[in-house]
C-alpha cells in the first residue's frame, strides 16, 4: 500500500471486517483493508453462522459455497447432569436456512478474502494501524508496514520489526479490529464492563464414535458448557471455568497450547476432556481419540460507550462482546457492517446526511443494551418450567439468534424477549403527560 487517498479505511481483516469491505467495495465505493497479521487466520477454530447471516452472505453468492464447506445443526439441546431439560428449533428462524452453521474460522475468512479479491480489492496483510488525526473533511491514519527477521546467534527466533511508517487518508475510517481494537483506543471510547469476566477451556477433539447431531448447552448450578458438533466424529467441547477449578484439572501449561503435537500432553488433556465431561455431562460417553486444538479464553460482557463518532466508527468485536455460546457477538458484527456500509455509501455516493451514523450507533447500543441484559432481557413465560425459571437470566448469551429472532427462539422455551425497550419508571409520567 503506497501514501494515497481512499474513500474508506477498515483496520482488521477477520470476517467483520472482510464483510464491510466486501460491501462497500460492491456498492462503488473505494475501500482498503489492512491487517497487522501476515495471513488469514491459520487456525481452523469453528464458529457459527445464524440463518440471518447466512442470508447476507447469500447477497454476494456466498451462502452455498459456505454451506459446502459446513455443518448443519438444528437444534440446540440444554442439560443439567443426565437430564435433558428443554431444546430450541432453529428450522423455525427461516424457510431458507432452517439451520446454524458451525464452519471452520479460517474457511469462512478464505471465502470472503477471495470475493473481496474478485471485487478488486486486496487486503493489506502485515499492516499496522498506530494512529490518526482528524478533521472536519478527513481522517490522516499513520500505519506500520511489518516484516519478519529472524533473530539470535545460538538460538534463533522470528521477530516482528516495523519496516517503514507512512499515512493515508481517508473520508471514514471503520475499526473492525477485535476486542482489542487499537482503533477503539487511539480513539479514546471507553469499552465499559457489563458483567462478571467469564473463562472458558476449549478444546476440538476427535471421538471414538458420533454424539446427536445437535449443539448441547450444559447449564448446571454454576457454569455454561457447550458441546459443538463439528462432523467427521470432531467435537469442541468448551467448559466455563470458576474459581473453584484448580490446575490439577485444567493445566495451566496444557491450556495455553494452541496446538498440541507431544503425546505426553496430548494424553493428559485427552484424560481432562474425559473427565471434565463426564463431571458436568455424564451422558457424554464418547472416547477422545486426539486432541487437534485447545485454549483458554476469557469473555468480559462489554459495551463501548459510543458506536464512533464523526469519520471513525466501530463494528463487531470492536464494540462488544458477550459470552461465546449463541455466537451473537460475530454475527450482530455482520449486521453492523451491513448497515454502516450502506449508511457511508449514502454518505459518500447521494450526499446523504450524517444523522444515517447517528442512528448506527443508536441501534447498536439498543441492540447491546438489551443483549447484555441491561435493559429488557427475558422474562418468565406463563409456562416454563421450575428448571427454566432457576435459570432464566442466563439464556439469553445462549441464543443463536438476535432481534425478532431471538424472541421466536425464547418462546420455544416459554420465555419473553420483548421486542421494545420498556419504559423507564422516571418517564412513564412524561409520556403519559403528552
Excluded at 109 to 130: G, M, P
Excluded at 356 to 385: C, D, F, M, P, V
Aim: with cysteine.
Amino acid at each position: 500500500m503506497r501514501e494515497g487517498h481512499t474513500e474508506v479505511l477498515v483496520v482488521g481483516a477477520g470476517p467483520v471486517g472482510l464483510w464491510l469491505a466486501l460491501s462497500l467495495a460492491e456498492s462503488g465505493v473505494q475501500v482498503s483493508i489492512i491487517d497487522r497479521e501476515s495471513r488469514i487466520t491459520a487456525r481452523n477454530y469453528a464458529c457459527a453462522l445464524h440463518p440471518s447471516t447466512l442470508k447476507l452472505l447469500k447477497r454476494f453468492d456466498l451462502a452455498t459455497p459456505a454451506i459446502e464447506r459446513g455443518r448443519r445443526v438444528e437444534k440446540v439441546a440444554f442439560y443439567d447432569g443426565q437430564t435433558r431439560h428443554a431444546e430450541i428449533d432453529l428450522s423455525k428462524l427461516s424457510e431458507e436456512f432452517p439451520f446454524l452453521l458451525i464452519l471452520p474460522q479460517s474457511q469462512l475468512e478464505s471465502l470472503l478474502e477471495q470475493r473481496l479479491r474478485q471485487a478488486r480489492v486486496a487486503v493489506e496483510w502485515n499492516h499496522r494501524f498506530d494512529g490518526l488525526q482528524e478533521d472536519q473533511q478527513e481522517v490522516c491514519a499513520t500505519l506500520e508496514e511489518l516484516e519478519g527477521t529472524s533473530t539470535g546467534y545460538i538460538v534463533p527466533h522470528w521477530e516482528t520489526v516495523v519496516k517503514r511508517r507512512f499515512e493515508i487518508r481517508a473520508q471514514y475510517l471503520v475499526g473492525a479490529d477485535g476486542h482489542n481494537s487499537m482503533t477503539r483506543q487511539k480513539l479514546g471510547i471507553e469499552f465499559e464492563r457489563t458483567g462478571a469476566t467469564e473463562s472458558f477451556a476449549a478444546y476440538e477433539f476427535e471421538a471414538d464414535r458420533t454424539v446427536a447431531d445437535e449443539i448441547r448447552v450444559v447449564l448446571d448450578e454454576t457454569t455454561t458448557n457447550v458441546l459443538w458438533p463439528l462432523g467427521d466424529n470432531k467435537f469442541r467441547w468448551t467448559f466455563q471455568l470458576t474459581r473453584a477449578d484448580t490446575s490439577g484439572e485444567f493445566p495451566e501449561k496444557d491450556r495455553r497450547a494452541v496446538r498440541l503435537e507431544q503425546p505426553t500432553i496430548d494424553e493428559r488433556i485427552k484424560q481432562c476432556v474425559e473427565r471434565v465431561a463426564q463431571k458436568r455431562a455424564p451422558w457424554f460417553d464418547a472416547a477422545v481419540k486426539k486432541i487437534t486444538w485447545c485454549t483458554e479464553v476469557s469473555f468480559q460482557h462489554r459495551l463501548v460507550s459510543t458506536f464512533g463518532r464523526a469519520r471513525c466508527w466501530l463494528a463487531g468485536d470492536a464494540a462488544h462482546q458477550t459470552g461465546p455460546a449463541g455466537v451473537q457477538s460475530m454475527n450482530a458484527g455482520f449486521r453492523e457492517a451491513g448497515r454502516l456500509a450502506e449508511a457511508l455509501r449514502q454518505i459518500l455516493q447521494d450526499n446523504g446526511s450524517t444523522n444515517l451514523l447517528t442512528a448506527y450507533n443508536r441501534e447498536g447500543q439498543e441492540r447491546w443494551r438489551k443483549l447484555l441484559g441491561l435493559t429488557g432481557g427475558l422474562k418468565i413465560g406463563k409456562n416454563a418450567s421450575t428448571w427454566i425459571q432457576a435459570r432464566y437470566d442466563r439464556f439469553l448469551p445462549c441464543l443463536p439468534g438476535l432481534d425478532s429472532d431471538l424472541d421466536l427462539l425464547a418462546s420455544q422455551l416459554n420465555l419473553v424477549y420483548p421486542l421494545q425497550p420498556p419504559v423507564a419508571p422516571g418517564l412513564l409520567s412524561q409520556h403519559k403527560a403528552v
